[in-house]
Structure formats: structure tokens, C-alpha cells
């Protein structure tokens, strides 16, 4: 089992930054592929970022490519999500998610394991 705790969410106003964190308890993150989710009001999950086990292969909505950068600390057992020029649209609840795989996976119901997630709220 891994446990997954984000954090790092909070309000900003539309043009900040802000890098959300994803502690993985319980197994090493070295073998699993990560994703970063959200899920604004009445929108579905969808998946912004997502990253293979080795950190190599990444993949981004387009969105908010050149904004998002998705990134691992196998060694510190979590992954970060790096968003700057955040826009009012950007406001979500962030989840992070895991699989046991080696590559790249953006579907939601790929991951098997997710946490609870952290609010992002970007004011105009």
C-alpha cells in the first residue's frame, strides 16, 4: 500500500506560483508512475501532469504546458508540481496519484492509489 498526503495549496492571486508536494508513505515512489490531478466545481478529474517512475517521460494538459512543471525526488519519496503564472481557471482541488508502472499514464482510472488532495484557489 502507499499513502499519498499533498500539500503546498493555499490562494493566490492569478499571475503567482505556488508548488504543491506529494509525500508518499509505506512504499518506495522510485517504482511507480505518478500523476497530478484536479478537479474544479461541477468539472471532472482531469489530469494536468504526469510523470514515469525514472523521471524521464513527462506529460502535460496542454493547458498548462510551459506553466506546470512536474517533477521527483525518488530519494525523498515525493513528487512536486511546480505552477507558476497561475491563471483564475487553475482553481481546483489538486490530487495526486500512483501506480505501480514504469511509464507515463494519464487516465484517472489507470492510478491505484490517490490522496486526499489540497485546494488551489487563484484569485482575479
Known amino acids: 500500500q502507499v499513502q499519498l498526503v499533498e500539500s503546498g495549496g493555499g490562494l493566490v492571486q492569478a499571475g503567482g506560483s505556488l508548488r504543491l508536494s506529494c509525500a508518499a508513505s509505506g512504499r518506495t515512489l522510485s517504482t511507480y508512475a505518478m500523476g497530478w490531478f484536479r478537479q474544479g466545481a461541477g468539472n471532472e478529474r482531469e489530469c494536468v501532469g504526469a510523470?514515469?517512475?525514472?523521471?524521464?517521460?513527462?506529460y502535460y494538459k496542454d493547458s498548462v504546458k510551459d506553466r506546470f512543471t512536474i517533477s521527483r525526488d525518488n530519494a525523498k519519496n515525493t513528487v512536486y508540481l511546480q505552477m507558476n503564472s497561475l491563471k483564475p481557471e487553475d482553481t481546483a482541488v489538486y490530487y495526486c496519484?500512483?501506480?505501480?508502472?514504469?511509464?507515463?499514464?494519464?487516465?484517472?482510472?489507470?492510478?491505484?492509489?490517490w490522496g486526499h488532495g489540497t485546494q488551489v484557489t487563484v484569485s482575479s
Open positions: 496519484a500512483a501506480k505501480l508502472w514504469y511509464g507515463v499514464l494519464r487516465a484517472q482510472n489507470e492510478y491505484d492509489y
Open positions: 510523470i514515469s517512475r525514472g523521471g524521464g517521460t513527462t
